[in-house]
């Protein structure tokens, strides 16, 4: 363990308060719980390309160990424990309140007794994680300050023959009609650019090329792939309490950086109790981008390793 690394096991209980302010943390936990759920269908179509990418590996090597890197709430370590049943998985993340939702999180739905948790800022030195299988990091590697540095640690952590997922959106998704019956038509779309220059400013690397930062690493047989997803209504009421989360967190992020029409519109579809609430709208949908990147660590039959005396 790296020495500012703190591990926990899911099926240990929290005795550590909660402290609903810290860091609007609970409310991050929110909106990732809700994006998980929401984009259900979407996870289960990625992890079962995993376990085809897995099956097809040159040693055929079962997934018994997986890492999942900023792991938030665990929305990717939950839908990966229900694809790799035989699996274990170590979350990792620089949030503490996050960790613990996500051992919350493990004991109700009862496998708590396959995740591991360490408390780690991937910006310093890594964790010894001791060869896993399969490396997850979805909306985690533009966060880095030094993604080449944790593609190569990632690298290092996977078992000869193990493979990497990388797992990113373009954008925040899309919700509402063109013209939303209030404030001027367009909304969406002028909030995303201004947003996208906010995001220019606090985090470069995201929307990134990674697959030349794989090969760079050392990983070989990148692979690309975009996924559209697009869910019309009648959609579940979690939709619009992810919308919520996703404009209210936009709305922050735009405060005197957007015209104060659209700041006073955003502020309306987010107010819970309001006529214009996203909450009470029946025309949401969910349109959005994400790509993946696998790729794989060589395994040893065809490296240099073997032929060493
Ligand atoms: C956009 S969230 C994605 C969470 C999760 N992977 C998911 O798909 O729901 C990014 C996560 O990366 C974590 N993170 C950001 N920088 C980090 C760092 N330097 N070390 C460890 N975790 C970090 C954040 O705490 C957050 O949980």
New binding site residues.
């Given amino acids: 363990m790296a020495p500012h690394a703190h591990e926990h096991h899911a099926a240990e209980h929290d005795t550590s308060a909660h402290d609903a302010s810290e860091h609007g943390e609970p409310f991050?936990a929110e909106l990732?719980d809700l994006?998980?759920e929401v984009l259900h269908a979407h996870l289960t179509e990625v992890t079962g390309r995993l376990a085809d990418l897995t099956a097809e590996s040159a040693e055929d090597r079962p997934v018994r160990r997986i890492l999942?890197?900023?792991?938030?709430?665990g929305?990717?370590t939950f839908a990966l424990l229900r694809r790799f049943e035989d699996a274990e998985a170590i979350a990792?993340?620089?949030?503490p309140r996050?960790l613990q939702h996500l051992r919350g999180r493990a004991r109700e739905l009862g496998v708590a007794d396959r995740v591991r948790t360490v408390e780690?800022?991937?910006?310093a030195a890594w964790p010894d994680f001791g060869g896993v299988d399969l490396v997850w990091?979805?909306?985690?590697l533009h966060?880095?300050?030094d993604p080449d540095r944790a593609l190569r640690e990632a690298f290092a952590a996977l078992a000869p023959g193990g493979l990497l997922a990388v797992?990113e959106m373009a954008g925040v998704p899309y919700f509402l009609p063109h013209d939303l019956g209030i404030g001027r038509p367009g909304l969406e779309a002028r909030c995303r650019a201004a947003l996208a220059s906010v995001h220019a400013e606090t985090m470069p690397h995201l929307g990134a090329d990674w697959g030349p930062l794989l090969s760079r690493a050392g990983f070989t047989d990148e692979a690309e792939r975009p996924y559209t997803v697009e869910l019309v209504p009648p959609l579940p009421a979690a939709t619009g309490r992810y919308a919520r989360a996703v404009l209210g967190r936009m709305r922050t992020a735009l405060d005197g950086r957007a015209d104060a029409d659209d700041l006073a519109t955003l502020d309306a579809l987010i107010d819970s109790d309001g006529p214009h609430s996203v909450l009470h709208r029946d025309d949401l949908a969910v349109r959005t981008e994400r790509t993946v990147w696998t790729a794989r660590r060589q395994p040893l039959a065809v490296g240099r390793e073997r032929r060493q005396p």
């Fill in positions: 991050v990732l994006e998980g999942d890197l900023g792991s938030g709430t929305t990717g990792v993340d620089a949030s996050l780690a800022d991937l910006d990091a979805a909306g985690a966060h880095m300050s797992i």
